[in-house]
């Protein structure tokens, strides 16, 4: 009964979640990467190795490099590489985000145009030195809040 003195009801159920899918790729290595080189930092406080901190509260910002912002990270070995990710930061102006993104492997073969945000996208290729370029963007001081780098199933 209610303080309105309304009488209340209620049934039990049982139900049953399903077994979680595992993702198609293995784990992310770019919290273990290396930066080592970038378009340019806004400050410390937005430096680069945080887009690979493995931590979605920092972020990596350049100085209004728009669409001409990038980063290149080591991963210290040439080890395959099923999927990528690159969150995007944003402004509350609307500026910042980065729409698209590319993904240069080993001063080679580019890879993208893809989709920013944070679904991997599912590539194929094996590479130390990864360096990511921002396609398209709305401008200002582009960045990632993380870039990630899964490997294939294992």
Not at 39 to 56: C, K, N, P, Q, R
Not at 57 to 64: A, M, Q
Not at 140 to 153: F, K, L, Q, R, S
């Amino acid at each position: 009964v209610g303080e309105d003195g309304r009488l209340y009801r209620s049934r039990v159920y049982t139900f049953r979640t399903p077994e979680p899918v595992l993702p198609p790729y293995g784990p992310n290595m770019a919290p273990a990467a290396t930066v080592v080189d970038v378009s340019s930092e806004f400050s410390d406080a937005f430096a680069a190795v945080l887009a690979i901190d493995g931590d979605t509260g920092t972020e990596w910002s350049s100085r209004g490099d728009g669409d001409d912002a990038f980063i290149t990270i080591d991963l210290g070995e040439a080890v395959e590489v099923g999927a990528v990710t690159f969150r995007t930061r944003e402004m509350s102006d609307g500026t910042a985000i980065t729409l698209t993104f590319t993904v240069t492997v080993d001063d080679g073969e580019t890879f993208g145009p893809f989709p920013a945000g944070p679904e991997p996208v599912e590539v194929s290729f094996v590479g130390r030195i990864l360096r990511f370029d921002v396609a398209e963007s709305t401008g200002g001081n582009t960045g990632a809040v993380e870039i990630e780098v899964y490997g294939p199933t294992g």
